[in-house]
């Protein structure tokens, strides 16, 4: 408990160094407490440094209406990351800025990717998808035919099983949240349910996996439990609301709702049922991990419950002490979230957070808290819980698990894979906002 | 048979045909394909050898095609280059890297299928299966997994024992 949070302990106070029931951010508990932490200077005479004038944009007709909208000119920052700006020969990945959204909902040209050989150029009436193997009739489709079959829509989080994988490194890196937990997104998936398709195919019995192929140079495979396709399995064509861009897998792609990223392979083209995993590359070399015992995980499928603070975060640079929302975003690969809750003094007193609605199963949940800071260290962490029981672990109990790096790695390294513990911010005095492991 | 169970088996013979005839309302727009038709697409190797193509290759024959297509990348000795390393390596992988083919990858045949399907980056699908077995017997063979002069084949492939194979926890279904 810090001095400073004891002291600045108003009514409101829902934990130590001043977290605040999310009262103090609704309607006039807002303005009375926004009015406490400025200090209640000047609320009668005029602040501003002039009057009041008509702005030139106000004086003339505006612009052009374009065919397809774009964000002001004024949000040129609010882009991705891009590791391979001239397509080297090697995989590409762009990042969400979580640090500049709210909602829960990203946007498509803001949604994370990556690519394994570049994004191919698919002409949609020449691409087929072919599902064969153990069914008793191959059939093939083509987009004209899956675009006759009742779509399934729902929100739900994508995210690289490598996401957060910086958080590995023996020290905390010092880089923004794009950088951090950049690889993962949230849309709306409009698709066919893969299980009608296999059923019109016929699964044999016998049959436990299927193989996802894609139609990238790459040729990229995994191999995915029947069960899971069965139960809840899109061939996606639609991404909140119009047809899947070509870097997320145009003109299809596999969604596996709370799996991996990888495993939701773009531009499908090809379903093998099988009776056994295949041991693709992407499956036995790239997303398994040595552990602290020597062991190595295989098919670690599931994006365990996780959450981490969007504001404020690094880069976010706190300009003064006052009052300020706490918030991020939490999701499970196994459901809902349950509750989320906020630290200001680094684990040591916790809060619950408001939860935006709808709180979707295996999507992203907004959560908010109000925090008054009072100019002294603070350190932010925010921690989540399923509908199932998981609990997101601390780092440290993580990494009692996983492990870490020996040495401190690169950011835009994937040491390991499946991170989701902890998050912490530390907030400096002068309202520098770093990554600390706390 | 009581009445009650004559009820009982009339209704769930009711449900069963009201399903086969839900299930019967789908599109049904997949247009067959026999294998003759699919075969140009049906690359997947399974780890137990299970749609390895005819024909073999031996390391000699993989050296020459490396220098010619793989060594741009993956270095002249395999050791990497902006490419990964194909060669030799760490004893152990850790969290620090160091996951090659010798250590870590549970299984040869991923070797066959992930070349024929990805490699030369450039130019996927370029390769014969002459070619790859070719390159796969190299690359084991550099990698002391077989004999310098060991013929890479359909029967051969699946039986090359690599060392971490068992070393792997599964973490699905407990976890699905």
């Keep these: 408990m810090s001095k400073s949070g004891q002291s600045a302990r108003s009514i409101d106070a829902v934990a130590d160094n001043g977290l605040l029931h999310r009262r103090a951010l609704l309607g006039r508990g807002v303005m009375l407490a926004g009015a406490m932490g400025a200090g209640a200077t000047g609320a009668l005479t005029s602040a501003a440094a002039e009057p009041l004038a008509e702005a030139p944009w106000s004086l003339a007709p505006g612009e052009v209406t374009p065919p397809y909208g774009r964000p002001s000119r004024f949000e040129k920052a609010v882009i991705r990351t891009v590791d391979n700006p001239n397509n080297e020969p090697k995989g590409s990945r762009a990042r969400t800025p979580h640090h500049l959204l709210k909602g829960t909902i990203t946007p498509n040209g803001l949604h994370f990717t990556i690519m394994h050989g570049g994004i191919p150029d698919i002409d949609p009436a020449q691409h087929k998808l072919l599902i064969h193997g153990m069914v008793k009739q191959p059939l093939v489709f ?5 675009s006759r079959y009742r779509m399934v829509t729902r929100i739900g989080f994508l995210e690289c099983g490598g996401n957060s994988a ?3 490194s023996s020290e905390p890196i010092q880089a923004d949240v ?3 937990h950049g690889l993962a997104s ?12 296999l059923d019109e195919a016929g699964v044999d019995p016998a049959a436990k996996w299927i193989i996802a192929e894609g139609a990238d140079a790459p040729h990229l495979s995994r191999s995915v439990p029947l069960a899971k396709v069965m139960d809840d399995a899109l061939v996606a064509m639609y991404q909140n609301g ?5 870097g997320q897998g145009y003109p299809m792609r596999l969604y596996l709702p709370g799996y991996e990223g990888n495993m939701n392979v773009k531009f499908l083209r090809r379903i093998q049922v099988t009776d056994q995993p295949t041991m693709t590359y992407f499956d036995s070399k790239i997303y398994t991990d040595p552990l602290p015992n020597g062991k190595d995980t295989q098919f670690d499928f599931v994006q365990e419950v996780k959450s981490f603070i969007t504001s404020p975060s690094p880069g976010l640079q706190l300009r003064e002490p006052g009052l300020y929302e706490i918030s991020g975003v939490a999701y499970s690969g196994t459901g809902r979230i349950a509750k989320v809750l906020v630290s200001a003094d680094g684990g040591k007193s916790f809060a619950e957070a408001a939860l935006d609605e709808p709180r979707l199963p295996k999507a992203f949940t907004r959560f908010a808290m109000a925090w008054r800071w009072d100019g002294g260290p603070a350190i932010l962490q925010s921690r989540a819980w399923d509908e199932a029981g998981n609990a997101q672990p601390t780092r440290e109990q993580f990494v009692a698990k996983r492990g870490q790096t020996s040495r401190p790695a690169s950011v835009l390294g994937f040491p390991g894979h499946h991170f989701n513990a902890i998050t912490s911010w530390a907030v400096k005095p002068d309202g520098e906002v770093r990554h600390v492991y706390a | 048979m009581s009445m009650h169970d004559l009820a009982i088996a009339a209704c769930a013979l009711a449900l069963a045909i009201g399903t086969g005839v839900a299930a019967a309302e789908t599109p049904r727009l997949g247009k067959p394909v026999n294998q003759t038709d699919l075969a140009g697409w049906d690359i997947n190797i399974l780890p137990d050898g299970t749609n390895l193509p005819p024909g073999s290759g031996k390391a000699v024959e993989g050296a020459r095609i490396y220098a010619e297509k793989c060594a741009l990348c993956h270095g002249d000795k395999g050791q990497g280059g902006h490419a990964v390393r194909l060669i030799g390596g ?5 969290l620090d890297g160091g996951k090659t083919i010798a250590n870590y990858w549970p299984y040869a045949t991923t070797l066959f299928d992930f070349i024929r399907r990805a490699m030369p980056f450039t130019q996927p699908r370029s390769l014969t299966d002459q070619e790859v077995y070719a390159l796969v017997a190299y690359i084991l063979a550099e990698n002391k997994l077989i004999g310098a002069d060991d013929e890479i084949n359909a029967t051969t492939l699946p039986k090359v024992r690599m060392p971490n194979r068992d070393n792997f926890v599964v973490q699905f279904p407990e976890r699905m």
Excluded: H, M, N
Excluded at chain 1, 186 to 197: D, F
């Design chain 2, 90 to 94: 760490p004893p152990k992988a850790s």
């Design chain 1, 186 to 197: 949230c849309a709306e998936w409009a698709g066919v349910p893969l299980a009608t398709l």
């Design chain 1, 178 to 180: 794009q950088a951090l």
């Design chain 1, 242 to 246: 119009e047809r899947i861009q070509p």
């Design chain 1, 166 to 168: 910086p958080l590995f």
């Design chain 1, 142 to 146: 083509d987009v004209d035919a899956l």
